[in-house]
Antibody, heavy 122, light 110 residues
Framework: QVQLVESGGGLVKPGGSLRLSCAAS????????MGWIRQAPGKGLEWVSY????????DYPDSVKGRFTIFRDNAKKSVDLQMDSLRGEDTAVYYC???????????????WGRGTLVTVSS | QSVLTQPPSASGTPGQRVTISCSGGTSNLGINYVYWYQRLPGMAPKLLIYRNNERPSGVPDRFSGSKSGTSASLAISGLRSEDEADYYCAAWDASLSGPVFGGGTKLTVL
């Protein structure tokens, strides 16, 4: 069955960096877009990044653009999120997700991991 | 503040039918599909409804979805205690060029 397992979360100081990893199994990894979605304490879900099948296409919302970078390794079936210049408002549970095509430019998650907590605090 | 608006809470008794609403705008629900997710305590979110009203295999037909204009609804019939969870709606937003989510609705089974 499809499994997505995140790792790499933890406590980091403002301005610091952290790299999250997601190990995928149970499906043909290269067939799918992958992404990260986060949920800050007491808030809703927020899309953080997408990466296309080959890794050449990536996209981010303005809130993280220029600070976060998503990578995928199709041989290892993994997707990483490099987070730099971290801020307090980046504190959240970060979920790895597999995305399915839903028409036009639309990709939405169909499978999620359990998440990993990132806390940005001095 | 989430782009899609959901009530923060909903409740019902076992066997009842409950609905959860999701309100959006012309750049998301107005032109794109709605997806619904269930997150049980401590678990990964799970896809419940895709493309407005389709259920992935394994999701009971007690769960159903609908969409009209810029609003959508998730209905749960024959409510069970194991349905107690957080429910989220999502859609692609053409203006933001990315997915947007509701703030989530916490369903309590009384």
């Amino acid at each position: 069955q499809v499994q997505l397992v995140e790792s790499g979360g933890g406590l980091v100081k403002p301005g610091g960096s952290l790299r999250l990893s997601c190990a995928a199994s149970g499906f043909t990894f290269i067939d799918y877009y992958m992404g990260w979605i986060r949920q800050a304490p007491g808030k809703g879900l927020e899309w953080v990044s997408y990466v296309g099948n080959s890794g050449s296409y990536t996209d981010y919302p303005d809130s993280v653009k220029g600070r976060f970078t998503i990578f995928r390794d199709n041989a290892k079936k993994s997707v990483d999120l490099q987070m730099d210049s971290l801020r307090g408002e980046d504190t959240a549970v970060y979920y790895c997700a597999r995305a399915v095509y839903c028409g036009g430019k639309c990709y939405l998650p169909d499978f999620w991991g359990r998440g990993t907590l990132v806390t940005v605090s001095s | 503040q989430s782009v899609l608006t959901q009530p923060p809470s909903a409740s019902g008794t076992p066997g009842q039918r409950v609905t959860i609403s999701c309100s959006g705008g012309t750049s998301n629900l107005g032109i794109n599909y709605v997806y619904w997710y269930q997150r049980l305590p401590g678990m990964a979110p799970k896809l419940l409804i895709y493309r407005n009203n389709e259920r992935p295999s394994g999701v009971p037909d007690r769960f159903s979805g609908s969409k009209s204009g810029t609003s959508a609804s998730l209905a749960i019939s024959g409510l069970r205690s194991e349905d107690e969870a957080d429910y989220y709606c999502a859609a692609w937003d053409a203006s933001l060029s990315g997915p947007v989510f509701g703030g989530g609705t916490k369903l309590t089974v009384l």
